[in-house]
């Protein structure tokens, strides 16, 4: 039985460390990578910070790539004798922190138990050709990709959380996402950037589109760049500097501060409509009903936003393209007309 298909994700591996100088290098890769992504990787790897401040695990995504980075404290062992810490980045091209997390583990204890890269390899190469990993290091589950269900990756953390946090501001935060707009998340920590961005896309469960989340992002230029090419994204900032940036984004979440805002150019894609409010007072209903699950106030959202899909795709005669002239024919409210007329357009239901 083949498991190849299940672990085509992967595209390389590397080791950065810290040694006894404090000074972080960069000290292998499998296969190579090229010079942006090792800046990249440097940049991003938390080595640096101080002991106890590290992050454990941190992610990201650029271009069509996303990279996981884990961190190792060597404890002094006579493997590694100048080493203080390493951080194991595994670069692939899919959307699944919990198998990369659990490969990058693998890779690391390998590493600190042999002091060697090429122990990395052989588990690296199982893993990319017959997606699992049978012999890993004691401390570790054997690794199966087929075991790693993207869905579970997608509900990790809770919609009902995001909720009570924001109140009825979580409105406009479904109204940025489901009218394809930019939305930038900024917290002082890394580790609440990541939860929020990856927790925000189920607002539009019925797209299942993780790949709008940049949930990493620096203000250098080389991101940025990448940013730019992106017509629509969640991407998440620890710079205090990044809220005077609203060339950046359309909707700014101030996560400490539990504060939406809608960026002065965007203003016009945020006016409130009836079906708005109708949207937003279920689901404060449904988080409110304990005895409703998360995953089940997700699927009740869903369930609202296909309604209303389906109530505009209807407004095209048979099945056609929704164009202006036929929205203003139904004399609905300015509000209304731009919102639906929006929403076609992100739907791709409308004549360009």
């Known amino acids: 039985r083949s498991y190849t298909m299940a672990s085509t994700g992967l595209l390389a591996v590397s080791l950065i460390e810290k040694d006894t100088n404090n000074d972080i290098l960069w000290v292998w890769s499998y296969p190579t990578m090229d010079d942006a992504t090792r800046e990249l990787l440097l940049r991003k790897c938390t080595l640096s910070q101080e002991e106890g401040k590290q992050l454990e695990f941190s992610f990201g995504h650029i271009g069509q790539k996303w990279y996981y980075q884990q961190n190792f404290q060597t404890g002094g062992t006579d493997k590694l004798p100048k080493v203080v810490s390493f951080c194991v980045a595994v670069l692939t091209k899919d959307f699944s922190p919990e198998q990369y997390f659990h490969l990058a583990k693998i890779f690391g204890l390998s590493y600190l138990k042999s002091g060697s890269p090429v122990s990395i390899v052989a588990h690296y190469l199982s893993a990319y050709t017959k997606g699992n990993v049978s012999n890993p290091p004691e401390a570790c589950e054997p690794f199966v990709a087929q075991n790693y269900d993207v869905r579970k990756a997608y509900t990790t953390y809770s919609l009902r959380d995001v909720v009570r946090q924001f109140g009825v501001e979580t409105v406009l935060v479904y109204n940025a996402l489901l009218l394809k707009k930019r939305v930038a998340v900024y917290a002082p920590a890394l580790e609440s950037v990541l939860q929020l961005c990856q927790t925000l896309p189920l607002l539009v469960w019925h797209r299942q589109n993780w790949n709008i989340v940049y949930p990493n992002v620096d203000l250098n230029d080389l991101e940025l760049d990448d940013l730019a090419t992106h017509s629509t994204y969640i991407a998440g900032f620890t710079d205090t500097a990044v809220e005077g940036r609203s060339d950046?984004?359309?909707?700014?979440?101030?996560?400490?501060?539990?504060?939406?805002?809608?960026?002065?150019?965007?203003?016009?894609?945020?006016?409130?409509?009836?079906?708005?409010?109708?949207?937003?007072?279920?689901?404060?209903?449904c988080v409110q009903n304990e005895s409703l699950s998360d995953n089940a106030i997700v699927k009740e959202l869903s369930s609202k936003t296909k309604e209303l899909l389906v109530n505009v795709s209807s407004l095209a005669p048979n099945g056609g393209k929704i164009t202006l002239d036929l929205l203003r024919?139904?004399?609905?409210?300015?509000?209304?007309?731009?919102?639906?007329?929006?929403?076609?357009?992100?739907?791709?239901?409308?004549?360009?």
């Open 329 to 352: 024919a139904r004399k609905l409210s300015p509000a209304t007309e731009t919102f639906l007329f929006s929403l076609a357009a992100a739907e791709g239901l409308v004549e360009m």
């Open 248 to 285: 950046l984004y359309d909707l700014f979440i101030n996560v400490a501060a539990a504060s939406v805002t809608v960026a002065q150019h965007a203003k016009d894609s945020f006016g409130m409509t009836k079906l708005h409010k109708d949207i937003i007072f279920h689901l404060m209903q």
